[in-house]
């Protein structure tokens, strides 16, 4: 018996002792993995290399998303594709200075495009680029508006044999809900300051309202003529060039029995016609062949930005800092992730700004159609902070910073703008739906007693009462009155000056120039000079400010793609294409899940629904 025992206990210390071993192994290999995957190597760079840039999705100011989910859902390959504008132009800027980079190769078969002020900042950056005398080449098969914008900019511009050159202008089309919400019964009780306000009528109207027809047309074409205009100077082409190509299109690509590549090589709009593997040719003369995949010699614009980051943090050791917050999306309560703005959690990141000594300006890159008033109070009362401390602060406007995103760039020192920037829309409004017509289509009625007239006022499933309506009217003119004072007072002018020019009316940035809703028109680094200049800075280094993360956000940010791809496998599921192409092209989910985020009891809005497509 003892012998057995023995024996069994000798088995068991053997089997711990392998156990032991074998999570001894597997830890080695774990810390093996993430130290390999972690490693800060810079990717090699050939003697002689195109910079190739090849961006997917939209453009955009700031990446979406919680960072480790974006991350973990990259490598599941279930994300909507975006690309960050800030890592294409540090990227196209460091390869100018590279003098084993020659040539910038821009392949747009899967970009979908941004606003115009976006695609002037990467535009921007492939102009220095040209002027540092190297080449640019350009190249795709659907080069729709926004990809225009872009392959324009290059020294050659290369279309597909089956391609062609779409530009169709600018319009602004919405759906209107007021007959389905009647045949349903759902009363969308709205509440509004603002002759101009338009963001309710989709849910109070059936069509386009005069007043939002006349402001619609008037920025849209002050965006299709800055269009024209940077296209027509980019190609060198006549005033009228862009213009007559769009509006003869319909009878010159049948004349030239629908070979639309011909027409836009003849309207001078590309410089010529090749195949994928005939571009490929040219870029291998150009920079020469890779011998192991036989194209040409090439560093992606995602490995190379590590080596403009590397470079751009060398330069900026011991420089004192102009920070830039990025305030990019919807403006909601709370702590919101990067692709939205947090009142809380925006506000954290100007007072970060406010307490580091390095900091000595910011610069709020606003890019954002509003949200909730009271998030936009919490941020502008926090810039006035900042800027009682003595440090100086400059609005860039990009895309769109109108309602909300004006708001937020009120208390600023100076305000930034393309001409083609969407701003104003200073007006308010509250919806507040109400059901009790649709429980009475199915029999269900609701009633009850109250110890007072407010009673149960605000619930769902009653009618809105006239004092409920008094009230909240109130506080949509209070908010109004208060919008109008930040505003007046940032823009030194009187209320009555501001009221003139608001009641929710949106301007394009070369007219909001013209009524002092904005000071300069330019760029990102016109207003990141200007904070310098407010700074009194001449040696300085511009250094984006992010959200600070946890341990595990770094962790999995730091990892290489195929580590996070590893890691991930095991939980991975097979994407649903048509799921993902209903989410991103479904405007009904869209508006519902909009309409469920402006109907929150006791809260106003300012708000703008005012993109150009």
Not at 300 to 313: C, F, M, N, S, T
Not at 501 to 529: M, N, Y
Request: proline fraction near 4%; charge should be neutral.
């Amino acid at each position: 018996m003892q012998i057995v025992r023995a024996i069994l206990w000798g088995l068991w210390r053997g089997l711990d002792v392998l156990r032991r071993f074998l999570h001894l192994v597997f830890l080695l290999v774990v810390f093996g993995f993430v130290f390999g995957a972690l490693r800060a190597s810079l990717p090699t760079v050939p003697a002689k290399a195109a910079l190739l840039v090849a961006p997917e999705g939209e453009l955009v100011e700031q990446m979406s998303g919680d960072p480790l989910e974006r991350a973990l859902q990259e490598a599941r390959g279930q994300s909507r594709p975006e690309t960050l504008l800030w890592d294409v132009v540090d990227s196209i800027r460091a390869a100018a200075k590279d003098k084993r980079i020659p040539v910038l190769a821009i392949d747009l078969e899967k970009f979908d495009g941004a606003g115009q002020p976006t695609l002037e900042e990467l535009a921007r950056a492939i102009r220095e680029f040209r002027a540092a005398g190297k080449k640019v080449v350009a190249y795709g098969t659907e080069l729709t508006q926004d990809r225009y914008y872009i392959a324009a900019q290059a020294d050659e511009i290369y279309l597909d044999p089956l391609g062609f050159v779409l530009l169709d202008g600018y319009g602004r089309y919405r759906m209107f809900f007021k007959q389905v919400l009647d045949k349903i019964g759902v009363d969308i009780n709205v509440f509004r300051v603002g002759s101009y306000k338009s963001a309710v009528e989709a849910y109070t109207r059936t069509d386009m309202s005069p007043e939002d027809k006349e402001e619609s047309l008037a920025y849209l074409n002050a965006l299709w003529s800055s269009y024209q205009g940077s296209m027509t100077r980019a190609r060198k082409l006549p005033a009228d060039a862009i213009a007559t190509y769009v509006n003869t299109l319909s009878k010159t690509v049948p004349a030239a029995g629908g070979n639309a590549a011909q027409v836009a090589l003849k309207a001078g709009l590309i410089t010529g016609i090749k195949s994928h593997q005939e571009v490929e040719r040219r870029l291998i003369d150009l920079v020469g062949q890779d011998e192991q995949n036989g194209s040409f010699q090439a560093v992606h614009e995602q490995d190379y930005v590590r080596i403009a980051h590397a470079q751009k943090k060398v330069h900026g050791d011991g420089k004192k800092h102009v920070g830039v917050i990025v305030a990019s999306g919807e403006i909601l309560d709370g702590d919101q992730p990067p692709g939205t703005i947090g009142g809380d959690s925006t506000a954290r990141l100007i007072r970060q700004a406010r307490l580091d000594k390095d900091i000595q300006a910011v610069v709020l890159r606003v890019d954002s159609p509003g949200g909730s008033v009271l998030a936009s109070e919490h941020i502008y009362r926090e810039l006035l902070a900042l800027r009682a401390s003595g440090k100086p602060v400059v609005v860039s406007m990009g895309d769109l910073a109108a309602s909300g995103g004006y708001y937020i760039s009120a208390p600023a020192d100076e305000i930034w703008a393309s001409p083609a920037t969407l701003t104003g829309s200073i007006g308010i409004f509250a919806i507040i739906p109400t059901i009790d017509k649709t429980l009475g289509k199915v029999g269900v009625n609701v009633d009850g007693v109250g110890t007072t007239p407010l009673a149960s006022q605000m619930r769902l499933d009653r009618p809105l009462g006239v004092e409920a309506r008094a009230l909240i009217q109130s506080e949509i003119e209070r908010g109004y009155d208060v919008f109008l004072e930040r505003v007046s007072t940032g823009r030194k002018k009187t209320r009555e000056q501001i009221d003139s020019i608001a009641q929710g009316r949106v301007w394009a940035g070369v007219d909001a120039k013209r009524l002092g809703l904005v000071d300069g028109l330019g760029s990102f680094d016109d207003a990141a000079k200007a904070a310098a200049r407010h700074a009194k800075l001449t040696d300085y280094e511009v250094v984006f400010m992010e959200p600070e993360l946890s341990w595990a956000q770094e962790l999995v940010l730091q990892m290489k793609t195929r580590a996070v791809k590893a890691l991930v496998s095991v939980s991975s599921s097979t994407p649903n294409p048509l799921a993902q192409m209903a989410q991103r092209f479904d405007p009904l989910t869209r508006e519902v899940e909009r309409l469920s985020r402006f109907t929150e009891p006791n809260r106003v809005y300012a708000y703008c629904f005012c993109r150009a497509e």
